[in-house]
Structures are given as C-alpha cells and as structure tokens.
C-alpha cells in the first residue's frame, strides 16, 4: 500500500490478501480477535481492522466480484466480535491497576502508556457496542465520542487524561483516578 495525495486530500491505497481478510472475517464471525505489534500503530493492530477496511472501503476495481462479495458480508458488524471486544474491557482495567506502578515509581511515561492501551480497548469495545468498525487508533477518541453508546463527554474526558498525567505520585494517581471513572461508565454504557 502507499499513502497518496489525490486532489488534495489523503488517500490510502491499501493492498490486502483476500484469503487472509476472510479467515480474519471468519475469525470476526466467530468472537476471535488478535492484537499484534506493528510499526506506526501505538496501540497494536487489531486482526478485525482488516474486514473493517473492507466494510468502510471504496473500491475501485473488483472485476471477480469477490470484494464486493466479501464488502456485502462484512457490512453488518459481527454480533460474536462485539460480545468479545466487550468481554475485553477487563483489559482496560487491568491496564489503569498497571498504571499505578507509574505512580509510585515516578514514571510517568508509564502510567501514559498504561492509560493509552485503556482509552483504546475502551474506544473498541464503544464501537463494538454500536457495531461501528474502528480499524485504527487514529481519531478513535473523536470517533467514540460520536457514537450513540458513549458517556457523556467521553471525546473531551479520554482526551483530557493523557495531557494531565502529572509527574508526582498524586497527580498521576488522581489522573488514573478520573480515567477508572470514566472506564466504569463505559462498562455501563457497553451493558458489560
């Protein structure tokens, strides 16, 4: 793939295996997800991101008909995948009781970290709720705030914690504090 410029906005051209996207899909149909590392991705590159590109894409040439094929199929989002990435927020929890250690080592860094991974599994678990495809982390918090399931002031919430992280021990404990707060209402809002 490549990033382009047509007429002045930016574009992905993104090149994907289609035996590949189908067995994710399959995965998807099933409740099954990977998160693995890759380069430009801060919060990992979720393995579902792959039939959400197909879902969202414009396509510009498909002349077997199987990208529209498998495009039709993953319009309506996975009840399966939705019940999973729900079940996930556990992980956000776990990340902001990680953060702690941030406070009392005086890392700062750390705790930030911590709290990012937790503000994502929150934004997938937000788009799953409203079966919303989320294929990455870029403008996920804008894009969950947009979302009929989102707590009240989620967008401008989420964006506030990581800018307010602090360096003490107290700062960064009360940050964690709002963003376990704010996970809670989320949970609420996911009917988890």
């Not at 430009?40 to 969202?56: D, K, N, R």
């Not at 894409?57 to 529209?68: F, K, Q, S, T």
């Not at 009840?79 to 009392?104: K, Q």
């Amino acid at each position: 793939g490549g990033w382009l410029t047509v007429e002045g906005r930016r574009v992905d051209w993104i090149y994907r295996d289609l035996d590949r996207v189908r067995r994710v899909w399959r995965d998807c149909l099933g409740g099954r997800y990977e998160v693995g590392f890759q380069v430009g991705h801060p919060l990992g590159f979720y393995s579902h991101a792959y039939a959400g590109e197909v879902a969202l894409c414009r396509v510009l040439a498909d002349p077997g008909g199987e990208l529209g094929a498998l495009r039709e199929e993953t319009s309506a989002y996975p009840p399966a995948l939705r019940d999973a990435l729900i079940a996930g927020l556990w992980e956000a929890d776990f990340a902001l009781a990680t953060a702690r250690y941030g406070a009392v080592g005086r890392d700062p860094a750390y705790a930030a970290g911590a709290l990012f991974r937790a503000l994502g599994v929150a934004c997938h678990a937000l788009h799953a709720a409203d079966g919303a495809w989320l294929i990455n982390e870029k403008g996920m918090i804008a894009a969950a705030d947009r979302l009929p399931s989102a707590p009240r002031g989620f967008g401008e919430r989420a964006q506030a914690l990581p800018a307010a992280v602090g360096r003490t021990p107290g700062e960064i404990g009360h940050t964690l504090d709002d963003a376990v707060r704010l996970i809670a209402e989320v949970r609420t809002a996911c009917g988890a």
